[in-house]
């Protein structure tokens, strides 16, 4: 069914383990393969009290699924160039370490969308990037072109703050690069947004083929939770085609036209999935194409539309 389709959406990324995250080497005839050559001093941001593990390991991709286990279609069509490990030896903790996994996504747009299509849930934010939390131990964020993953080998108060600290310091020493800022971010209206939910689904979004760079935000209205979506898009003429398209691709799954719908607001229009009572609010405005999309309530769906739909005349043109 369509309620099914698109809330499940193109899909979640796989998960990668907290602590002791198994080293795999790509390798040819059994012997290890230098890939690339390291392109980031990592083994200079080694933090007080420990020491770089070896020289860094570069995958390239070529190799990157010999590196994580066979889940390299996560990265790969999302602008992956290499990613690089360092693993770093704690001198307090003998036999333990932290490991600085860099993955080089060639733009910060690519970096924040692999990042928050694996964001873990009950995480500690941090204030080391503006894209950043902890989890068990483990940090993880977004900085410029790179997104960072700084896996414990167990968890340890010593361990976790070395890789706190690497953090801090990859940030410090590292240049972001330019484009280090996503403004379609601070076009979410504020109120009844949940903290840190946004993502970026580059492809295919709600199933629907060629509804790319979508960015999803989560809002809570009491126990009504809602979805709403902005895609900034080349011009007006491509924004309208595309909503109206969208509009389409959900009719032909048994959405209907609602009985009453947003007065006086060209452009945007409501609908509903009679048998669920799900309500999809759908609109294009200026160069954006947004909405809300499978509420269970009428009212929220159409408030929050309107408000995103709103939000956007200082920066339609």
């Given amino acids: 069914m369509l309620l099914t389709l698109i809330v499940v959406g193109a899909g979640v990324l796989a998960r990668k383990f907290y602590y002791g995250a198994p080293i795999r080497r790509a390798t040819v005839g059994g012997a290890l393969q230098p890939a690339l050559q390291a392109k980031l001093p990592l083994a200079a941001l080694a933090p007080s009290e420990f020491s770089a593990a070896g020289p860094a390991e570069v995958f390239d991709a070529r190799t990157l699924s010999d590196r994580i286990d066979g889940k390299a279609e996560y990265y790969l069509p999302v602008g992956f160039v290499s990613l690089q490990c360092q693993r770093f030896a704690s001198r307090q903790q003998p036999g333990a370490w ?149 509009a389409r691709f959900v009719q032909a799954h048994g959405v209907t036209a609602a009985a009453t719908g947003p007065a006086e607001t060209p452009g945007a229009s409501l609908f509903v999935l009679p048998e669920a009572e799900v309500y999809y609010f759908i609109f294009h405005r200026g160069p954006f194409v947004g909405g809300v999309d499978a509420c269970r309530d009428a009212a929220v769906a159409e408030e929050l539309g309107l408000s995103l739909y709103e939000s956007l005349p200082q920066v339609a043109q």
């Fill in 98 to 246: 932290v490991e600085l996994d860099v993955y080089d996504m060639g733009a910060m747009r690519n970096a924040f969308a692999v990042y928050s299509l694996q964001r873990r849930a009950g995480v500690e934010e941090l204030d080391v990037a503006p894209h950043a939390y902890r989890a068990g131990g483990a940090v993880f964020f977004v900085h410029g072109r790179y997104y960072v993953e700084i896996i414990v080998y167990e968890p340890s108060d010593v361990l976790a703050a070395g890789a706190l600290a690497l953090a801090g310091t990859f940030v410090e020493r590292i240049a972001a690069g330019p484009g280090a800022h996503l403004n379609e971010l601070a076009l979410f209206p504020p109120e009844s947004l949940v903290h840190g939910s946004i993502e970026l689904q580059e492809r295919d979004a709600f199933g629907f083929e060629g509804f790319d760079r979508v960015f999803l935000a989560t809002y809570r209205f009491g126990d009504v939770e809602a979805m709403a979506y902005l895609s900034r898009r080349s011009d007006a003429a491509e924004a309208q085609r595309l909503a109206e398209a969208y």
